[in-house]
C-alpha cells in the first residue's frame, strides 16, 4: 500500500497530466506501475486499479460506485478527481471549487485546478479564471499565456510587453499564446529585429 501511495503521489499525477482528453493513456499508467511491487493485495490497491480503468472507459457509473466504496479512504481524493476529470468541461463548477479547497497534500488537487483552468481560459471565463489563478503551484507557459489573456481585457499593453518576454523562448509555444504575439506584432510590441531574435534562439535550440 505505501508503494502504491508513493506512486499515486509521485508518478500518477504527471502521468495523467500529459493526457488531456478524450486521449487516455492506459498504456502510460501500465507501464509505471509494472515496475512497482504493491505486495500484498489490498482492497484500495484493487479500487485504484479499477478506478483508472473505469476512467479510461469514460465509465461513469462504474466510477461512481467505485468512489462510494473509497469513502473516508486514502484513496476518496484520487476517486473524486477522477469523476470530475472524466467530463470537466460539464462538471458543477461548485463541485470543482470544493474538490479544491480539499486539504489534503496531494499534487493531484492543483492538477486539476490547472485543467480546469486552462479550460477556464479557452472559454475565456476570465472572472472565475481569476478567482483561481492565484492558488496554482505548478503552471506552465499555456497557463501563462491564458493569464496574459486575462490580464490583456483589463492593461493589455501591459500584458503584452509581459508576453513579448515568452516570445525569446526558442522552444515551440503553445498555441493558445500565438493571439498575444500577433497582437504585440500589430502594435509593435514585438519587433522585426525581436522576430529574428525568436528566430536564432530556435536555430541554437536545434542545434
Known amino acids: 500500500m505505501r508503494l502504491l501511495l508513493f506512486f499515486l503521489a509521485i508518478i500518477a499525477p504527471h502521468a495523467l497530466a500529459e493526457s488531456s482528453p478524450p486521449s487516455k493513456q492506459l498504456g502510460t499508467v501500465s507501464k509505471f506501475m509494472a515496475g512497482y511491487s504493491i505486495g500484498t493485495p489490498h482492497s484500495g490497491d484493487e479500487d485504484f486499479i479499477a478506478l483508472h480503468k473505469a476512467f479510461l472507459d469514460d465509465d461513469s457509473k462504474r466510477l461512481a460506485l467505485i468512489a462510494q466504496r473509497l469513502n473516508d479512504h486514502p484513496l476518496e481524493v484520487y476517486a473524486n478527481y477522477y469523476q470530475l476529470r472524466l467530463d470537466l468541461e460539464n462538471a458543477d463548477p461548485q463541485a470543482i471549487e ?7 497534500d496531494t499534487p493531484i488537487i492543483d492538477l486539476l485546478r490547472v485543467e480546469w483552468l486552462k479550460l477556464l481560459g479557452e472559454n475565456q471565463q476570465w472572472d472565475l479564471f481569476d ?18 489573456q486575462s490580464r490583456s481585457q483589463k492593461n493589455y499593453l501591459l500584458a503584452l510587453r509581459d508576453a513579448r518576454l515568452l516570445w525569446f523562448d526558442g522552444n515551440t509555444l503553445p498555441q493558445n499564446c500565438g493571439a498575444l504575439f500577433e497582437l504585440a506584432r500589430s502594435i509593435s510590441v ?3 529585429h525581436d522576430i529574428r531574435a525568436r528566430l536564432i534562439a530556435a536555430l541554437e535550440i536545434n542545434n
Open 131 to 148: 478567482q483561481h489563478f492565484p492558488q496554482v503551484i505548478n503552471g506552465d507557459i499555456e497557463l501563462t499565456c491564458y493569464s496574459l
Open 190 to 192: 514585438i519587433h522585426e
Open 98 to 104: 470544493s474538490f479544491l479547497a480539499r486539504k489534503e
